[in-house]
């Protein structure tokens, strides 16, 4: 059984069910989970005509996730699982670069990501962030799918 299990959190429904999952699990194995929060997207709305980013708006991207590691937190305290959290605002390094590297100094033997499952145009228009995941991960990875079903954790 997976006994360390990392769960990228990012306050997306599809996150929640993965979290929800990944719990589920270590709860089952008496293992624990690192949440882990990629500060990412600087768009060039957020950056000065030089590149340079605005203080005020990486601050506001911090504090958001932040606040979306210390709900997953609660989420997992709240169903008996150890669990501590980490944030990133490496810019300019990927999603998936982030995840495999924290995965490796975590010593992971699970990634639990959630997907919207995009296709097509969709897909290639926005990248697949769980894809990129999957090719770089240093352990196996458990892709939970955006479905319309209610998750719960019992």
């Known amino acids: 059984m997976y006994q360390r299990i990392l769960v990228p959190v990012d306050g997306s429904e599809t996150a929640t069910k993965a979290l929800i999952a990944a719990l589920q699990m270590a709860r089952d194995s008496g293992g624990q989970v690192h949440l882990v929060h ?4 600087m768009t060039p709305l957020s950056a000065d005509p030089y590149g340079a980013y605005a203080g005020e708006v990486i601050e506001i991207m911090r504090e958001s996730g932040g606040k979306i590691l210390q709900e997953a937190l609660e989420v997992a305290k709240a169903a008996g699982v150890p669990a501590d959290t980490e944030i990133f605002d490496n810019f300019g390094e990927r999603l998936a670069e982030v995840v495999a590297d924290s995965a490796t100094r975590f010593k992971a033997d699970l990634i639990v990501v959630g ?3 995009r296709r097509g145009l969709g ?12 090719r770089l991960a240093p352990v196996p990875v458990l ?5 319309e079903k209610k998750t719960a954790l019992a």
Not at 123 to 134: F, N
Request: charged share 15%.
């Open 115 to 117: 997907t919207h499952g």
């Open 38 to 41: 990629v500060v990412e997207g």
């Open 143 to 147: 892709v939970i799918r955006h479905s």
């Open 123 to 134: 897909r290639v228009m926005l990248g697949s962030g769980a894809e990129q995941i999957i």
